[in-house]
Every structure is written in C-alpha cells, then in structure tokens.
C-alpha cells in the first residue's frame, strides 16, 4: 500500500499527470477518495515552489551564453506580446482558473512556467496556482466519484 502512495505522490508531482493522474490512480488503487484528493493536492501544491526554485536556477546558470540568452529573450518577449493583454485583463484570477483545468497542458506545471516568464509577482503567484489545484483537486474528484457511481451501475450482479 505505501507504493500506491508514493506513485500518488509522484502522479503529482509530474507535469503530464499532476492530479488528473493521481486521485484517479490512488483511489482505483484503494485510496479513499478523500484521503486521494488531500495526498494529490498537497503534492500538486509543491509544484510552484519546486517550479520557480528550478527555473531560477536553471536560468542563472544557462543565461551565462549568449545563445541560451538570446533564445530566451526572444521567446518570453513573444509570450508577453501574445497573452499580455490576457493577463492585464484576468490578472491572477486568469492563471487561478487556467490551473484549475484539468485538461492536458493545464495545471500547475504550465501555470507556474507561465507565471515565472511573464514575470508575476511569485508570492502571489503561487498563492493563486495552489487555489487553481485545489479547484482541479474537487473537479478530477468529483468526476472520478460521479463516474465511479455511475460505473457501479453497470458492474452490480443482479439476481432475477
């Protein structure tokens, strides 16, 4: 049982799965639903602290090439020209509910590299991207409960 908890964790923690992955694994694995849910989105919630700390990093240390820096420039003077206008707009509120979607390439991952290129203000950003995966830990859950429900439907023995 503790590996199921530890690939839960890990389900999280991975940009592709994050909670989408996860509650849905622990709990088809055994994990109640709601010890699933608090496991998933304490995992996923560490996602923009580990993020902006990887991030920070990495880029002191590739930013010393011209190459790398050049690129880098290039591509975050694109990305601010191209959803700029949407963050004045939406603010911390858009990147809270764009976290909250648990679709593929959402989530904490892509909202944390989000906010760390457009250059917003990381407290705050982190504050609103772990809303955002609270959000997303109630929607996966309540699919996966409600399509549990409904798959039990379909799995009873019935006695005629």
Request: net charge positive; charged share 15%; hydrophobic share 55%.
């Amino acid at each position: 049982m503790i590996r199921t908890y530890l690939i839960t964790v890990l389900l999280s923690l991975i940009p592709i799965s994050e909670l989408r992955g996860s509650i849905p694994y622990a709990y088809f694995n055994g994990i109640p639903l709601w010890l699933s849910f608090i496991i998933g989105v304490i995992a996923n919630a560490m996602v923009p602290f580990i993020g902006f700390l990887f991030f920070n990093t990495l880029h002191i240390l590739l930013d010393k090439w011209n190459f790398y820096h050049n690129l880098f420039e290039k591509t975050v003077a694109r990305a601010r020209n191209k959803v700029g206008e949407k963050v004045r707009k939406y603010g911390l509120l858009g990147l809270m509910l764009f976290v909250a979607i648990p679709l593929p390439i959402t989530g904490a991952w892509t909202g944390t590299i989000g906010a760390w290129v457009l250059g917003l203000d990381r407290k705050r950003s982190i504050l609103f991207i772990i809303l955002g995966v609270l959000t997303a830990g109630i929607i996966v859950s309540t699919v996966v409960y409600t399509g549990a429900g409904i798959a039990s439907l379909f799995t009873k023995k019935v006695d005629i």
